[in-house]
């Protein structure tokens, strides 16, 4: 029929990428990849301001996406060919995942995570629900989806539920692939603890910062044994060593990337600088996050690049690398040892912290302002792979299939010391650095109340 002939895997064009060798963009996903909406992702670093620390960290939104839809293309198919569906279904998987991919960091702002904490989630939004506004309000966007979905029966609004979905109960594909096998069971391929996203940010992250964790990491074999089990994603035993090598990498990239030292200080100054011009008004942001045509003029380029921004003297500090912030003391503990101890990290708010110093530090006459003057940085980050609460099937050599929690696997008990509640100080409370060094290590000596938990 004419209108399938609109949707077809036979014609592509080929992007030279240096993760996987070449990737495809599909002439069906043309229009959206040239929106003005996808080519921003252009303009949206990956990592933020890591490149301070990393310089080659400087790969951006829109090729992860890409890397993001060729993996999820390669899990879909090996997949579903091991469900001896026909080849019109497998394309049309294909087609609705790689189109969810694609959008998945649509919505994302300047400066990704930082302006979601500072901006977005303090107006009650988050990125991806300015990516659901996207594809449901923004009409290149929208006409594109439409035009794809419509072919096989799906809507924009599937789409857009999908792009928000936060468990597989909010997953809006339900329907039956074949028996024993549901649509359901696809949101993992997105959304779950071996997900695509996952690989290509490891790998990529890698890649581009130098630190090398994530070559040689055998993803391929990771989809050529994983299974549709009615509703759930599951893998074959034999694969199991390959997901090891996964998490230990997503483990050493947070370590020494994502939770670098310098990287998280980078981190909070951008923040700040964020928290100024809102405060300041010097960018309509209330406006931005409601005006979807206000919001695609936003990267990391036009903000620091706006007249009026660029007169703070906190940007020409940033632009120099000047970074205020100083770490000055941590707290760490060495994995798999003390279990409870790293709970009691992981359920540490920073505020408590902050509030004890403050407090501790005016007996001694000392007034401290919290987020000015210093700052708590707990290791609550969702690149946090000992955050994850997933659960993996495995099938064993016997078809038998069991459950793990992703903290229970091997990788979990390679000891390394990773868990780190930092103290930062402005680098104008130089003569107060003492003081707080001692406050702060005698918290931790005299333990934590109950009550803190």
Not at 39 to 51: E, H, I, N, Y
């Amino acid at each position: 029929m004419e209108s399938r002939k609109a949707v077809s895997l036979s014609r592509y064009k080929v992007v030279k990428d240096p993760i996987y060798g070449y990737v495809k963009v599909y002439r069906h996903e043309l229009p959206l990849v040239d929106s003005i909406a996808f080519q921003r992702l252009r303009r949206l670093k990956q990592l933020s301001a890591a490149d301070l620390v990393y310089p080659g960290a400087v790969h951006t939104r829109f090729s992860h996406s890409l890397g993001v839809a060729h993996v999820a293309e390669v899990f879909v198919t090996e997949i579903l060919k091991k469900l001896a569906v026909r080849i019109d279904d497998i394309e049309r998987y294909v087609v609705l995942m790689r189109l969810i991919a694609l959008l998945h960091d649509i919505g994302h702002g300047p400066y990704s995570h930082t302006f979601e904490d500072y901006v977005l989630i303090p107006r009650g939004v988050t990125h991806e629900d300015m990516s659901s506004k996207l594809v449901e309000s923004y009409e290149p966007v929208t006409s594109a989806v439409e035009a794809i979905v419509s072919e096989y029966g799906y809507s924009v609004k599937q789409v857009s539920r999908a792009l928000r979905a936060t468990s597989v109960d909010d997953w809006p594909f339900t329907s039956t692939i074949t028996e024993g096998a549901s649509e359901r069971a696809l949101f993992y391929i997105i959304k779950g603890a071996f997900s695509s996203d996952i690989i290509d940010y490891l790998l990529r992250d890698s890649y581009y910062t130098g630190a090398g964790y994530g070559s040689g990491i055998d993803w391929q074999r990771l989809a050529h044994y994983t299974y549709i089990e009615n509703d759930k994603l599951v893998l074959d035993s034999r694969a199991l060593e390959v997901l090891d090598q996964l998490l230990i990498a997503r483990l050493l990239m947070f370590s020494t990337v994502y939770y670098h030292k310098t990287v998280r200080a980078a981190t909070k100054f951008v923040g700040d600088i964020l928290k100024k011009i809102d405060e300041s008004k010097l960018i309509d942001f209330d406006n931005a996050v409601s005006n979807l045509d206000v919001y695609l003029t936003l990267d990391d380029y036009s903000i620091l690049l706006n007249d009026r921004v660029r007169e703070l003297p906190e940007v020409r500090s940033f632009l120099s690398r000047y970074i205020p912030y100083k770490a000055i003391a941590e707290h760490r503990i060495v994995l798999p040892d003390a279990v409870r101890a790293l709970e009691t990290l992981f359920s540490m708010s920073k505020s408590y912290l902050e509030n004890e110093i403050v407090e501790q530090m005016r007996k001694s006459g000392i007034e401290l302002r919290p987020e000015v003057d210093f700052f708590i940085d707990t290791p609550k980050l969702p690149l946090n792979p000992m955050l994850s609460d997933e659960i993996i099937y495995v099938r064993d050599l016997t078809e038998h299939i069991y459950s793990r929690r992703v903290i229970e696997l091997t990788w979990f008990h390679i000891p390394r010391s990773v868990a780190v509640i930092r103290l930062y100080v402005h680098r104008e409370r130089v003569k107060d650095y003492a003081k707080l060094r001692q406050i702060f290590y005698q918290i931790f000596e005299q333990g934590v109340p109950r009550s803190f938990y």
